[in-house]
């Protein structure tokens, strides 16, 4: 089943007869890259493909209930499995779109069609009927002879429809339709919100301003400016602008203005303020857990994952919190006093914390990073994420000329196993603009299927990576680098996968087994191998020198107490907004007693504040989530010490028991066992603590 879908009844789409025929044709795969023709399609091209799209599953749906024959797992789950095919179509061209290239238009349809998906998925999950079938399935399960991968998409399934209030009756099932419509509609205003507040800021830049700037961000700041039609230079909230802008600018009334407007996205008085949205959507989420018999959203969310409940994920949270503040705390005093002996007796500030840290590190370990990021250059980042592709797995990349895809920019290669079968579609978007959301992710266009012949996997990510000048090299940053081999990662495991049903295909696992293969890559960019072959300058060629390279990994934990604590208190504040069991009136200040609670230092704000924390606000999917990334860390570390373990960190015997029973193996079993599989045993939780250098 398809996740974006609702409810065609009472819809104020107007069907096109002349274009309704060809819908298939738009929006299925097509071309040599194998994708929708978005050349073709139009904003208004959505309404009545939608329209369409849900009236024809829905009509599926209406077959598999009236089906007279006992309910089989051919005839209700395999059905399940291959409806909604148009739908999933549409809907994964406009997802992809309303988050890497919008425009008004499109928001205004996303506005429209959020809450109608919703309320024909609720339309569906909550067909007593349909239940009646899956459920009757389940109760037999065992005496139904399946193959394991087909009893854990039936388990799921029946899970699944439970979740989504498949027992609720009368006006509790008719509610809960309105709560999940109301939020979905929130979630897409929350959304437009942040984006709104990110377009609307360009602040201009004089040339005294922008002394001290390193010459990739002052180009970025031009490409900035041009793009809005504007003269000059400009500083903008892209991660990829304003984060070098607070770490180089000396100028620190300069900083701290651009700090306020980057920290208060969604915060602003006016028709983009996010607060009230926020309210509601707390409300509404405490509501529905209710429903289902949670006690807080917090149970519900994580009742569905490796964690389980909110006090597991508390104590991890915990534990990392304690060390983490008291090394956080150590270097505020270090860099405050870095501060003063350089003339600045001005109380220390978060907006000064990235400036400080830098010279500090300049001087503790000699790192230059406007110098370094000559030698980190898109292109030889991009081929040593392949490069790493090729020797753990054996997988080859062909590039696709003119893909025809969304955008301009956009690249596409042709995946190839090692016996030349072509494997799937991967596609980057690497660079920022006005149109994208920022943030950098991964998804499908098409997910890997077994049944009906097979399907490949069409996977693309995007990223917000500063455009050059025409002519130059886009030049990475370190952080930039990780997140480039970070989304590779995602790419893999959706580009990997090898099962029988898309409903447990690639990613659709849970929150916190699938940052596993992200994170667990990130660990290849830095090794000696990689940065030999690909860390070349930008002008000269030469690769990496190896005293550096030994400073940088010298200093892989530094500011290590920073990085956790940004991440840390977003992850605390994400869990206990959704553990109180009634939603706080005044979120914001909830958010402030929450970070008093557990000892914020004032030197630091949280990664991501409430009214712009789109992975908890803007769907739910990382909601009491954000804790993933550190749950999946300790994997991830655990994971990368096996290859370790062996003295090559591309032995292919590990290699191959990680692609088998990680990248490959989707949902086809629970993910502690798909875990242990591969590494002989449960992860050892104290590898996260040796990662991040806060082993006691």
Known sequence: MFAHRSESEGTRFVVNPKKIQSWNELFAPSGPARLPRFAEISPADFRPAFTEAMAEHRAEIDAITADPAEPTFENTVIALERAGRLLGDVASAFFTLSGAHTNDDLQAVEREVSPLLSRHGSAISLDPRLFARIDALHEDRHGLDLEPQALRLLEKLHRGFLRSGARLEGAARERFADLNARLAELGTRFSQNVLADERAYARAVTADEMVGLPAFLVSAMEDAATERGLSGHVVTLSRSIVVPFLTYSPRRELRAEVFAAWTRRGENEGAHDNRPVIAEILQLRAEKARFLGYPNFASYKLDDTMAKTPDAVRALLTRVWERARERAVADAAVLSRFAREDGDNAPFAPADWRFRAEARRRAEFAIDETALKSYFQLEPMIEAAFDVAGRLFGLRFEPIPDPQAWHPDVRAWRVLDPDGTERGTFLGDYFARASKRSGAWMSALRSQSGIDGGERPVIYNVCNFAKPARGQPALLSVDDARTLFHEFGHALHGLLSDVTYPSLAGTAVSRDFVELPSQLYEHWLMTPDVLAAH??????????????????????????????????????????????????????????????????????????????????????????????????????????????????????????????????????????????????????????????????
């Open 535 to 696: 860390a070349r300058h930008a002008e000269t060629g030469e690769p990496l020198p190896q005293a550096l390279a030994d400073k940088l990994h010298a200093a892989r934990t530094f500011d290590a107490g920073f990085d956790t604590v940004e991440f840390t208190s977003s992850a605390l504040v994400d869990l206990l907004l959704h553990t109180d069991g009634e939603a706080p009136a005044d979120p914001m200040e909830r958010e402030r007693e929450i970070l008093a609670q557990i000892g914020m230092p004032a030197e630091i704000v949280m990664r991501h504040r409430s009214p712009h924390f789109a992975h908890i606000f803007s769907g739910d999917g990382y909601s009491s989530g954000y804790y993933s990334y550190m749950w999946s860390e300790v994997l991830d570390a655990d994971a990368f010490e096996a290859f370790e373990e062996t003295g090559d960190v591309f032995d292919q015997d590990t290699a191959e028991r990680l692609r088998r029973n990680v990248y490959a193996a989707g949902n086809s079993d629970d993910p502690a066992l798909l875990y242990e599989r591969f590494r002989g045993r449960a992860p050892d939780p104290d590898a996260l603590m040796r990662k991040r250098g806060l082993a006691a």
